[in-house]
């Protein structure tokens, strides 16, 4: 069973860039596709994007001029960065695996609250 | 973007009732060449992550107790919990993964009357 784990700052400065990294755990990169979704205090979900084992990525459009997925396959892990933050992008990220592009998340972290306030 | 409205946006039922929630997308998420609709469920509790529990609108995930089940076709889905249990109380989500961003419903909360 795949494991996924959120690590990074949980407070970020206005402007500056928020990174996040999920390291997988009792599984390979390879073969899944791999997503960040975020859940702003006391509001729903929403996709950011998704990245998978070779690099190929699909973001949020709405997000899509400020965010960055990436995948290092020597450690297991995958990371988003979002330039440009304001107290808007205040929620807990969450990391996930899919099975395949058109899937849903079937594998989650527990999440990580990240607050951007100076 | 696909948008996915759910209702209601709470639901309180008794024990041993049947729960219902419905969901509903701006376009068809039916994929005709395989005939599979391309939505999803899920639950998630205070403090936890959401928890995957129905996919291509019907099928349920591995280790979902039976109560849990999903219906509906093209642009209309319902997740229905037959008997409830105190430890369904949560709030529920429907996702379409039919069209990047694969964007989610409002959320449901259910809570027990």
């Known amino acids: 069973q795949v494991q996924l784990q959120e690590s990074g700052p949980g407070l970020v400065k206005p402007s500056e860039t928020l990174s996040l990294t999920c390291t997988v755990s009792g599984g390979s990169l390879s073969s899944y596709y791999w997503s960040w979704i975020r859940q702003a205090p006391g509001k729903g979900l929403e996709w950011i994007g998704y990245i998978n084992y070779y690099g190929m990525t699909d973001y949020n459009p709405s997000l899509e001029s400020r965010i960055s997925i990436s995948v290092d396959r020597s450690k297991n892990q995958f990371s988003l960065k979002l330039t440009s933050v304001t107290a808007a992008d205040t929620a807990v990220y969450f990391c996930?695996?899919?099975?395949?592009?058109?899937?849903?998340?079937?594998?989650w972290g527990q999440g990580t609250l990240v607050t951007v306030s100076s | 973007d696909i948008v996915m409205t759910q209702s209601p946006d709470s639901l309180a039922v008794s024990l041993g009732e049947r729960a219902t929630i419905n969901c509903k997308s701006s376009?068809?998420?039916?994929?005709?060449?395989?005939?599979?609709?391309?939505l999803a469920w899920y639950q998630q509790k205070p403090g936890q992550p959401p928890k995957l529990l129905i996919y291509w609108a019907s099928t349920r995930e591995s280790g979902v107790p039976d109560r849990f089940s999903g219906s509906g076709s093209g642009t209309e889905f319902t997740l229905t919990i037959s008997s409830l249990q105190a430890e369904d109380v949560a709030v529920y989500y429907c996702q379409q993964c039919y069209g990047t961003p694969h964007t989610f419903g409002q959320g449901t909360k259910l809570e027990i009357k």
């Open positions: 376009q068809s998420l039916l994929y005709t060449s395989n005939n599979r609709n391309y």
């Open positions: 996930g695996k899919l099975v395949g592009a058109a899937y849903p998340v079937d594998s």
